[in-house]
């Protein structure tokens, strides 16, 4: 049982004015291991008076000096990949092949953006002008529980490699990993108030984050309704706002795809990270001529998709994250069911012989029609809707057809015809015959999957404002 009773703020670990404590459990066997002690919005208003006092010495530090800070951190997190890997899968119940790589991506990205930095000129010249890249303040940075230590990392390391100071509110759900990061931060050695965590709630810290004037910028990744009310909260003060919500992508297979390659690659866009994923393909877009050939080729592949112990090298979707998440799976399910879509594997309840733990069974529906419900909200687990198609451009329609654009996925053996479908997609991201992450790359959404773009320079970018200097060329 850990008991986590600091939060960090000012370069030291302190007990929070919040005083409620909050259950962590493991999704795998429904059983507390943990309690948090929350920060509430005093803490939280403490955490960005820290982070404002330490904003004008630390926008002036020099590029090489915050990519030794950088480099510092990123080793500090390295070190601590076991740990972070073991409450990964404790607390957030990632099957142990995710696991390493969530825990190995927490300082990935760390380094990936020391290295944009490297290459990153903060002083460019247009017309007469000088234009200098010039740090916003204090970013707030709010995090989900979906992948802990890697979106803390990631937006810490991009606000700091713009010379921006944080205050970040990670998920309550994750704490047990969050305190794994923050000792590793810590001993990176940063001056104080330049980072700060605090642990609370979203409709207290998070709210005192995005509502607080001495905060400049907010990043957020989390769900669309809460991006919404970021958004309004945030535009009293005009913060600039970078939103990474959800998503309803689509795998679109064209009818030249090789379905030995294709629905391999379908399940696991769909059921990655447990199906927890804001970039899941969730919407499997299928031509009707090959219908049939589809659906028997993935009933007999998912087959080999195991819901179930994490620990089980076997298992390739673990527990829903908690009990909550679980219910909201299971009525997503039922909803599809009662609206006429076809089960083609899975459904209600646990997988067999399951006794116990957030499990859902890895769920394939077929028959169903893009205005249905479980093919325009994301459910955020393992359900996966098949739609079929009559050609090229219905699909495209189809694929567009959603309130969200965040990732989408095209399969063909025929690059030149994937690239000029993908040219027609709303999405930040397609990805052609591939389930592979580029980090220099742009990641963000067409419409009310975000605003603004994370990952390499657009990344570090979305901390800065550009200034216009004239006069001095
Ligand atoms: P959530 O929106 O409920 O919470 C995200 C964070 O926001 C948490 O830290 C939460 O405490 C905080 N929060 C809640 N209410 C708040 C408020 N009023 N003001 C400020 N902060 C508040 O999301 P979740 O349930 O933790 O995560 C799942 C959702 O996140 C899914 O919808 C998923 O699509 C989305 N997501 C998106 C991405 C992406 O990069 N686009 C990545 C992962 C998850």
């Known amino acids: 049982m850990q008991i986590i009773e600091q939060i960090y703020i000012d370069g030291a670990f302190v007990t929070p004015h919040g005083d409620e404590y909050f259950d962590l459990f493991n999704p795998a066997t429904e059983q507390v291991i943990g309690r948090v002690r929350l920060a ?4 939280a208003r403490r955490a960005i008076a820290a982070a ?63 290295k944009t930095l490297e290459n990153y000129a903060f002083v460019r010249r247009a017309g007469t002008a000088e234009v200098v890249m010039q740090p916003l303040g204090v970013a707030g940075l709010i995090t989900p529980w979906n992948s802990d230590a890697g979106f803390i990392c990631g937006k810490l390391a991009a606000a700091l490699a713009a010379g921006c100071t944080a205050v970040i509110k990670p998920s309550e759900m994750s704490a047990i990993q969050t305190r794994i990061v923050t000792e590793a931060l810590h001993e990176a ?19 005192e984050i995005s509502s607080h004037p001495d905060i400049a910028k907010v990043s957020f ?9 970021i958004l309004r909260t945030a535009s009293e003060t005009f913060k600039r706002v970078t939103l990474e919500l959800g ?22 866009a769909g059921f990655m990270n447990s199906g927890q994923a804001c970039i899941a393909g969730t919407r499997i877009l299928v031509p009707q001529s ?24 076997q298992t390739s979707i673990g527990p829903m994250v908690s009990r909550k998440q679980w ?7 039922r909803i599809g069911i009662d609206e006429g879509a076809r089960l083609l594997a899975g459904g209600e309840g646990r997988p067999d012989g399951v006794a116990a733990g957030w499990f859902v069974r890895p769920t394939l529906f077929t028959e169903v029609r893009n205005d249905m419900t479980i093919a325009r909200e994301e459910i955020f687990g393992p359900v996966l809707s098949i739609i079929a198609y009559r050609d090229e451009q219905e699909a495209i329609a189809i694929a567009n057809d959603t309130p969200y654009g965040l990732q989408a996925y095209v399969c063909s053996s025929d690059l030149a015809r994937a690239t000029a479908v993908a040219s027609q997609i709303e999405a930040g991201r397609v990805l052609v015959n591939t389930l592979a992450h580029e980090p220099a790359a742009p990641f963000g959404g067409f419409k009310q999957s975000g605003i603004g773009r994370e990952y390499g320079a657009y990344g570090i970018e979305a901390f800065m404002e550009p200034k216009a200097v004239l006069g001095v060329l």
């Open 40 to 43: 509430d919005a005093d803490d």
């Open 52 to 114: 404002k006092r330490a904003f004008p010495a630390f926008s002036r530090t020099s590029k090489d000096e915050r990519i030794a800070m950088l480099r510092r951190m990123h080793a500090a997190v390295l070190a601590r990949e076991d740990e972070l890997l073991e409450a990964v899968i404790e607390e957030y119940g990632a099957p142990v092949s995710r696991a390493r790589w969530m825990a190995r991506h927490a300082s990935d990205v760390i380094e990936q953006a020391a």
């Open 189 to 207: 050695q940063l001056p104080p108030g330049v980072f700060n965590i605090v642990t609370g709630r979203g409709d207290t810290v998070g709210a």
């Open 221 to 229: 990744t989390g769900s669309t309704v809460v991006g919404r009310t």
């Open 247 to 268: 998503g309803k992508s689509p795998m679109i297979v064209l009818d030249d795809a090789n379905f030995d390659e294709a629905i391999p690659l379908a399940l696991n």
């Open 290 to 313: 090959r219908l049939h050939e589809f659906e028997e080729g993935i009933v007999a592949a998912v087959a080999g998709f195991q819901s179930g112990d994490p620990r089980d090298p």
């Open 327 to 333: 219910d909201r799976v299971q009525r997503y399910i």
